[in-house]
Structures are given as C-alpha cells and as structure tokens.
C-alpha cells in the first residue's frame, strides 16, 4: 500500500485541479460482516463498535473541503453511517449501498441530473450511539424509527430528489371504523417544482397503545407526477397495520383514537405531509 499521507497530497493536488470533487467513501465487505478477522477503531470481528466513517476517510474529506471546491460525497455501505461532518460541509450525500455492475452508470446520471432520484431510506441513520441501547440488548426500546425518540441524522423513509411535492388535505373512507374493518386515505399530491419526478408517498399510523410505537409505516405508494401536475393518490391500510403487539406477543386492533400522517418522510421529519384522525369502536384479536 502506498503511504497514507502520499495519497492523501495527491488526492489534494487533483482536486485544486478540478470544477468540482466526488469523494467514494464507506465500508466494504472486509469490514462490516460476521465473523470476521478484523480488529481495527470502529470495527471489532465484523461488529460495529461505531458509526461514524473511517478515520482516514474523514481525514481525506476535510482535506478536499479545504480547497474550497464543492464537495459531494458518495456513501457506500451495507449499513448506516454516521456522516455529521458531511452533511454540514457537503453539496451534496449520495447513498448508493452497494450498487453493482451498474452502479458507476446511475451515479453518475443521478448527480448529472439525468435521472431524478426517489429512493428512501430502509433504516434509520443516527447521528451518533448517544442514547441508543446497549447493543447486546435486544429490547426495541430507543432503538428503530417506531421508538427512537432521539433526532436522527437521515430517519427511516428519508430521501430527496430534485423536485418538490405539496399535499392537500387527506382524506378518510371513513372516520370511525369497527375492528377489522380496511381504511382507505386519499391525498392529493402536486408536483410544485419545475422538474417531473417521482414521490413516495408514506401513510403512518399512531395507535392508541400505551407505550406502543411513536409510529409505524402502515403503506406507500410511488408515483411519477409531472411538473406542475397533480394526482390523486389512494392507500388502503388493512387491519394488520392497525394493529398492535401487546407485551405477550399477542396481535389486536384496540379501541380507541388514531392518527394517520401520510407524507414524504416521517411525520416530525417532513413538512410536506397531511394528518387526520379517526376512531375504532371495538377489539379484535389478529394471528401472530
């Protein structure tokens, strides 16, 4: 391996070079994994002991920043990664996992605006491990976007493209419904960019559990809406959704009052988003 601080000046001397700079940093398979011979700061068998990047991949984003060039970082992991830094001093944070052969082809249209992304994100990324569990505690208490009542640095369902979506007011099947019975939201979601793209329109639901989850994603929906334009969109949340898991392991619906928020991300992370409120009448007991 060449040495780290001669790679680290060419890095440099390039990047004076050039308009702007595209930094691929994160894990790898040699890293993060299970069972593995691995022992390093951050890393221990495979297991994460932290979130944030690798040192030295810290150090060679603070180091092109310094040149005063837009910065726009490329994230590659199989799990979340702490990027404070980045998303502070960065343009821009692409999250591209591990993309495959087509990989470099759909990175490299997405951030020359060829294609405007929709995706979101499946896990939550915390901003550190402050106030999170223990990671030998299997409880889900403080731990997953359903009980963390931390700020995350990107929250689960979180994702941006390069147009912007309004909401009207959703509005319900019904406003009270016996247990068991479907609930059918409809919103109307318009396009107010100049740019045709596609939202994920997420419905979540607040269930009258006590210390049940903050939330829960009940159903999404994609749609492609050009600019300027409006649709309609419709999501059926079936009883299962509806339901909650009692200490036990038992699965019902539970009387009482809930609240349904559909929008772009979760309901404290978005302000693109419509709410409305509705009762069950009744209970009713659900498989495992």
């Given at each position: ?94 999250e591209a996992w591990y993309p495959g052969v087509d990989g470099g082809t759909a990175i490299a249209r997405t951030l020359a605006g ?175």
């Amino acid at each position: 391996e060449a040495p780290a601080e001669a790679q680290l000046d060419e890095a440099v001397a390039r990047a004076k070079e050039a308009d702007v700079m595209v930094a691929f940093v994160g894990l790898s398979p040699q890293l993060e994994g299970e069972e593995m011979n691995i022992k390093i700061d951050g890393f221990m068998g495979g297991d994460r002991t932290s979130l944030d990047l690798p040192a030295p991949q810290q150090k060679l984003l603070e180091a092109l920043s310094a040149t005063g060039k837009p910065l726009v970082v490329v994230l590659q992991s199989g799990s979340a990664v702490a990027l404070n830094w980045a998303n502070e001093h960065a343009a821009a944070v692409l999250e591209a996992w591990y993309p495959g052969v087509d990989g470099g082809t759909a990175i490299a249209r997405t951030l020359a605006g060829q294609n405007n992304p929709a995706g979101r994100l499946p896990v939550t990324f915390y901003a550190s491990l402050d106030g999170l569990p223990d990671f030998t505690d299997y409880g889900l208490k403080g731990r997953t976007y359903r009980y963390f009542t931390g700020k995350p640095l990107w929250g689960f369902g979180y994702g941006l493209s390069y147009s912007t979506f309004k909401y009207s007011p959703v509005k319900l099947s019904a406003e009270t419904l016996k247990a068991g019975d479907p609930l059918t939201a409809t919103v109307t979601v318009t396009n107010s960019s100049a740019v045709a793209g596609d939202e994920v329109v997420e419905a979540y639901v607040k269930t009258p559990q006590t210390g049940g989850p903050i939330h829960s994603l009940a159903g999404f929906q994609r749609v492609h809406i050009g600019a300027g334009e409006s649709k309609e969109v419709a999501i059926t949340i079936d009883p299962r959704s509806l339901s909650a898991v009692d200490d036990k392991g038992n699965r019902s619906i539970l009387a009482g009052k809930y609240l349904l928020t559909i929008g772009a991300a979760q309901p404290q992370e978005t302000q693109p988003k419509s709410e409305a409120a509705f009762t069950v009448t009744g209970t009713l007991p659900l498989a495992k």
